[in-house]
């Protein structure tokens, strides 16, 4: 059964931590992405990696890091340094850049 | 400056009637507008895809149109079920990086039986 993971669904961070969440996809794909959605707002691209060991910036990637040592796999971490994490995260993959992209079911991050 | 703008913000309609809905864009060099569905607390789905060539394209009950010339786009739903409840996502691309993947904040439908 292919497709894109997320987890945890729901995440809860204190301020001051970094908390990361993870981004799995058996679908061979190449190409992975991670966005932020706020209510009213389309999505904002936060990172992007095009193939493993490499990744590049998005449109709002200060306070958030990436790590792409496996092809399935794409972590996000928030860090402290992000001001206003609170937010709805999603991960996509796709073949390649130009190509449709799938989406994982999200990570709803909230700051306490 | 690249943008894509959609509209209505939201809509409400009774089970059963047709809707339109509408994305404008200015994202130049423009490559292809997709459409994308997506349940609330859920990722989005796609629902069509069309390139510069093509004007319209359809996926059972939706029916998407591009204008190339005029950079605009509709998704019409047909017959709606209260399952098509949902936001429906405007995603424009454009040649060169991903950050050229510009999305529409969306039109949020709801179905009344």
């Known amino acids: 059964d292919g497709g894109i993971t997320q987890s945890p669904k729901y995440l809860f961070r204190k301020e001051g931590q970094n908390v990361t969440l993870s981004c799995e996809q058996n679908l061979n794909h190449d190409a992975m992405y991670w966005y932020r959605q706020d209510p009213g707002q389309g999505l904002r691209l936060i990172y992007y990696?095009?193939?493993?060991?490499?990744?590049q910036k998005g449109d709002i990637a200060e306070g958030y890091s990436v790590s792409r040592e496996k092809k399935e796999s794409f972590p996000l971490t928030v860090t402290s340094a992000q001001k206003n994490p609170t937010a709805f995260y999603l991960c996509?993959?796709?073949?390649?850049?130009?190509?449709?992209?799938?989406f994982g079911p999200g990570t709803r991050l909230t700051v306490l | 400056k690249n943008q894509v703008e959609q509209s209505p913000q939201s809509l409400i309609i009774l089970e059963g009637k047709n809707c339109t809905l509408q994305?404008?864009?200015?994202?130049?060099?423009?490559?292809?507008l997709r459409w994308y569905k997506q349940d609330t607390g859920r990722g989005p789905v796609s629902l069509t895809i069309m390139t510069f060539s093509e004007n319209t394209k359809s996926n059972g009950r939706y029916t998407a149109t591009l204008d190339a010339d005029t950079k605009q786009s509709s998704l019409h739903i047909t017959a709606s079920q209260l399952s098509d409840s949902a936001s429906y996502i405007c995603?424009?691309?454009?040649?060169?990086?991903?950050?050229?993947?510009?999305f529409g904040s969306g039109t949020r439908l709801s179905i009344r039986p």
């Open positions: 996509a993959s796709s073949i390649g850049r130009s190509d449709e992209q799938f």
């Open positions: 990696s095009q193939i493993v060991n490499d990744f």
């Open positions: 994305c404008n864009y200015t994202v130049s060099p423009f490559s292809n």
């Open positions: 995603v424009v691309s454009g040649y060169s990086s991903a950050s050229k993947i510009i």
